[in-house]
């Protein structure tokens, strides 16, 4: 009994000690020169919303938001949280979306550049 509670601390913590922390659930990267309203929504794959806030950011500001923990965990033991799709929306204007399939170690990262929005993926 006490070589299983091992093994299943082992697999669950061996990633983080190999790895790391978890990144964030969301990055806004602002590298203009003016303040900006960023609207961020993100949508289970079952399209129902999982996030909706509206941010205000200051030129050469960044903001990052922390994946829920229980995200975490269910994606370690069911590889990737596929299908959500991120929505980012600047100055209610221009807009920008990305499909991802979250795990522990990635994220969407949103930038700003001379009042264009754009959204990327970083992983470690």
Known sequence: MGLVIVLVLLFVAFP????GAPTSLLMID??????HEVLVEIFTPDNESFL???YTIKPSEYIS???PTLMVF????KGTESGYRVVATLDNNSSASLEIAY????EPIVEIYENEISIGEITV
């Open 16 to 19: 983080f000690i190999l790895v």
């Open 30 to 35: 602002n590298h203009d020169t003016v303040e």
């Open 52 to 54: 909706r806030e509206q």
């Open 65 to 67: 938001e922390e994946k």
């Open 74 to 77: 269910r994606t370690l033991f």
């Open 103 to 106: 795990h522990p170690w990635n």
